[in-house]
Each structure stands twice: as C-alpha cells, then as structure tokens.
C-alpha cells in the first residue's frame, strides 16, 4: 500500500501565501514524477505542477511565476509554494505520484485532497 497525506490547504485572502505539503510512504520502491493538481467546482480536474525524479518542472499557464513546485527525495515529499493567489486559484488541491511499488509495479497514487479558498 501506498499512502499520499496532505497538508496545508486553508482559506486566504487574494494576494495571499499558501504552502502545501504532500508525503508519501508505505511499500514504495521508488518515485518518477511527483505533482499537484486541482479540481474547482464544476471544472475538471487540471494539472497545476509537476516535477520530475530529475528535478524538471511543468506548470500550468495559469500559475507560472507565481507557484513553485519543489520535492524533498530523501522525505518522498513533493510542496508546492502558491504565491499572488486569486480567486480562481479556488478548488481541492489533489497531490499525485507515479512510483514504483516493492513488487516493482508502477502506478499512479493520488492523495485525498486538501481544499484552498481565496476569497477576493
């Protein structure tokens, strides 16, 4: 099994700072990509950040310059930094991870959600 727990969402004021945190543990053998993502009401969920095993990035257009995306290999733990939030940063904030588990099958693991509201 492997476990992704969250942290960090919360409500916020526009032009406002937020930190989220994702930690994964359990049977992990190893970890490709690593990444955020987020699902507003009504919308389909979207692909905020990711970051490779290498360290290469992708944003979304929408939050490049003002989101960093960063991973700490040694904890398996991928943040994500929200800087000059909107109103339309506004959803559940999903973390997800591509790894290969102790019986070497790779896969994606998603974590439970943690909600970000940025009121105007």
């Known amino acids: 099994q492997v476990q992704l727990v969250e942290s960090g969402g919360g409500l916020v004021q526009a032009g406002g700072s937020l930190k989220l945190s994702c930690a994964a543990s359990?049977?992990?053998?190893?970890?490709?990509?690593m990444g955020w993502y987020r699902q507003a009401p009504g919308k389909q969920r979207e692909l905020v950040a990711q970051?490779?095993?290498?360290?290469?990035?992708n944003y979304a257009d929408s939050v490049k310059g003002r989101f960093t995306i960063s991973r700490d290999n040694a904890k398996n733990t991928v943040l994500l930094q929200m800087n000059s939030l909107k109103p339309e940063d506004t959803g559940v904030y999903y973390c997800?991870?591509?790894?290969?588990?102790?019986?070497?099958?790779?896969?994606?693991?998603w974590g439970q959600g943690t909600q970000v509201t940025v009121s105007s």
């Open positions: 997800k991870i591509v790894a290969r588990n102790v019986y070497s099958i790779l896969g994606d693991y």
């Open positions: 359990g049977s992990i053998f190893s970890i490709n990509a």
């Open positions: 970051i490779t095993s290498g360290g290469s990035t």
